[in-house]
């Protein structure tokens, strides 16, 4: 962690609604004359669309059948964890781009599904980085540790696998059947390297229907916000001013001493009213510490 230089992740699987979370910090960040350097976490897999095909084709004919974009095999947790380092340490680092469709790879003259090359940072107040790896930690890795704020977003397992199915379906032209095959070649990384970070994280997100997702496999549609429970955990609740939030977020209520339930349509805001405050501290203290 750096006073100087503040790092805020964003850690949480595709669907789980980190895109939810990096809007609100955009909010936040305008509205506040905050300069925040974004980077996502895709800019930091190994392989662009077509290797990442060819090395898992490989990884099948070797008979390696958890190899996935959770894992340390088909990531550069290196690279990402050099980046933390070097922005805490200086305000600067490289990164990256992958370009996603014709839309966001048009400007770079580049193909879909590729990378930018490897740039500097533009000089900034913070670090955000959103993605699946904000606080990963392996034998040689510990990317958690260079953190300020680690904020973990993550909807209960069925919850997401019936996000998945449907994104995959309709947007991806997939099978039922072929998205379960990937759910269940990804599930001993998820296990291993996605589950952990939640233990790390300063303050947890997760979403929690109030409709019956007991089999994800057949669900017809996917539970709206106003179907759901956010489930709030705080690490250390220490500072924080419970009895406003309550009073702010209508038909929310306490369910441990560390735990804010809210509705689901009141994600975004409680995100408001949680963060704002803590991105300016970090801000503040930079600040002056700078001397600015």
């Known amino acids: 962690m750096s006073a100087k230089h503040p790092i805020i992740a964003i850690t949480g699987s595709s669907g789980a609604g980190t895109t939810s979370v990096t809007r609100t910090f955009e909010n936040i960040f305008r509205r506040e004359n905050v300069e925040a350097a974004i980077v996502e976490g895709d800019s930091f897999h190994r392989y662009d669309r077509q290797s990442m095909k060819v090395a898992m084709a490989k990884a099948e004919a070797e008979e ?14 290196e690279d990402l964890q050099q980046l933390f380092r070097s922005y805490s340490e200086t305000g600067n680092g490289m990164s990256r781009k ?43 890795v510990d990317i958690a540790r260079f ?27 997939y099978s039922t059947e072929a998205v379960t095959d990937v759910i269940l070649r990804r599930m001993h990384e998820y ?79 409680a995100m408001q009213l949680i963060f704002t405050p803590m991105v300016m501290r970090l801000v503040e203290r930079r600040k002056n510490l700078l001397g600015a």
């Open 191 to 269: 296990v291993h390297y996605i589950c952990p970070q939640f233990t790390r994280t300063h303050i947890n997100f997760q979403r929690v229907p109030v409709v019956d997702t007991s089999d994800p496999f057949v669900a017809r549609t996917i539970p709206t916000a106003d179907e759901s429970l956010v489930v709030i955990r705080f690490a250390n609740p220490r500072g924080f001013d419970f009895p406003y939030l309550l009073s702010m977020l209508h038909d929310s209520f306490m369910s441990r001493a560390n735990t804010l339930v809210v509705p689901g349509g009141k994600m975004e805001l």
């Open 98 to 140: 992958y370009l996603h469709n014709e839309e966001e790879a048009q400007p770079f003259a580049q193909p879909p599904g590729t990378f930018t090359p490897w740039q500097s940072l533009a000089a900034s107040d913070v670090l955000f980085y959103e993605g699946l790896h904000g606080g990963v930690t392996t034998d040689t």
């Open 147 to 173: 953190a300020d704020l680690l904020i973990g977003v993550v909807p209960v397992i069925n919850l997401e696998w019936i996000q998945k199915i449907h994104r995959d379906r309709s947007t991806r032209g």
């Open 64 to 77: 390696r059948p958890h190899f996935s974009h959770f894992g340390e095999d088909a990531n550069l947790f």
